[in-house]
């Protein structure tokens, strides 16, 4: 069952309680939200606030912090305030701590209410949060789950979590608090995404999402996008975070590909090319990989395709905003669903970016898509009796 209906949804879907994190809305058919973690100790308060602002940079929207020290604590004011997001702590077994954050003006606090220091610790942070207006993360990791849980976790692990998230629910609820958001993460996908789905169909609570220990980039990343991906695509889920034992920056690139990949939020352009194969002439590989280093610069999102040969490139490229195909000598670039130009190979992708910088400085308008409806191999045959470097239609006035 669904339980948030973010943009691309069909309306009209259960949808999860709403809460806002620092006037970031969360849940309640608002967007996802992409969140992560700072890697710095968080009382170095030049290095913390430089790692935000890289994060932020790359799309960061809520940023959470380790605040294991007393150290760490007294340097919340200072990076809340330089904080260009909102900035979430991570506070475990220690309520003065909590509480010194929420003194601190942090706009949320991640707790475990049944390792905060027994019911009066857990009231006493629950009253600070409800005074000052802002909100919770709770949950359970499979990492972590008391003992009482060990024997069903045993049996089934993603139940456990669940059990154990219910019972952090039912202790904020007797509080009368309930602007909160639910995690229960594993390092195992399958356990992970059936966990999710079970909690999904007991609780109207925004859930965050997220992998735990996914790993290094490659696998983290694959790891990350199947779970996260599979919750998604059913609309489960209103915040995540990817986990990568890597810069947090690597996180927030994952994340926002794998809400662009399901259609759920747009930035920057979208990439599509293809694998390669024996007809590739161009070495398309090395072509995609430049075209995709340049696009890093742009903000506005529209789709480029990459293709090898004559017979993906222009059925491919007609799907996209803009594209190209090589060939041994030549190569072709499209734009809405048509052959634009013919180029060297050496200048085409010079010559696909002036058309894509033509095209924003016109306004972006998007022509009615003409896809291609002439077999591969014929509209490239047509296209190649166009002079090389010539321009048969504009892309900014197209019809």
């Not at 789709?303 to 905003?321: L, Q, R, T």
Request: hydrophobic share 45%.
């Amino acid at each position: 069952m669904r339980r948030s209906c973010p943009p691309g949804y069909p309306e009209g879907v259960p949808s999860t309680r709403q809460i806002s994190v620092g006037g970031v809305a969360i849940g309640g058919g608002a967007p996802v939200v992409v969140q992560s973690m700072t890697l710095t100790k968080t009382h170095d308060v030049e290095a913390t606030t430089a790692q935000i602002a890289a994060l932020v940079s790359a799309g960061c929207e809520l940023v959470r912090v380790a605040v294991p020290k007393l150290e760490d604590a007294n340097a919340l004011p200072l990076i809340v305030r330089l904080s260009p997001v909102p900035v979430i702590t991570d506070i475990h077994f220690n309520a003065s701590l909590a509480l010194r954050a929420i003194e601190a003006g942090v706009h949320a606090v991640r707790i475990n209410p049944g390792n905060i220091g027994g019911p009066d610790k857990t009231e006493q942070v629950v009253r600070a949060a409800k005074r000052a207006g802002i909100s919770m993360r709770i949950g359970a990791n499979a990492g972590s789950l008391p003992k009482h849980l060990e024997e069903l976790a045993r049996r089934d692990t993603a139940e456990a979590l669940v059990v154990e998230a219910l019972e952090q629910v039912e202790i904020l609820e007797r509080l009368e608090y309930r602007d909160f958001k639910i995690s229960v993460k594993a390092s195992h996908v399958p356990t992970m995404i059936r966990a999710y789905r079970m909690l999904s169909e007991k609780v109207t609570y925004p859930l965050h999402l997220g992998v735990t220990e996914a790993g290094t980039p490659f696998a983290g990343s694959i790891k990350s996008a199947v779970g996260m991906g599979s919750l998604l695509a059913d609309g489960i889920g209103d915040t995540l975070r990817v986990s990568l034992t890597a810069d947090p920056v690597k996180e927030v690139e994952v994340a926002w590909e794998i809400l662009k990949a399901l259609g759920l939020r747009e930035r920057g352009p979208v990439m599509i090319a293809c694998p390669s194969c024996g007809r590739d002439n161009v070495g398309v590989e090395s072509l995609a990989i430049l075209v995709e280093e340049r696009l890093r610069d742009y903000p506005q999102a529209f789709e480029v395709a990459v293709m090898g040969c004559a017979v993906n490139g222009p059925g491919e490229a007609g799907d996209a905003d803009f594209g190209i195909a090589g060939g041994r000598d030549v190569g072709f670039v499209y734009a809405h669903g048509r052959v634009l130009k013919k180029a060297s190979s050496d200048i085409l992708i010079d010559e696909l970016f002036h058309e894509i910088d033509r095209w924003i400085e016109s306004g972006m308008p998007r022509p009615k898509r003409l896809k291609l409806a002439k077999p591969a191999a014929l509209a490239m045959a047509e296209a190649s009796l166009i002079p090389l470097g010539s321009a048969p239609g504009s892309v900014a006035g197209g019809d």
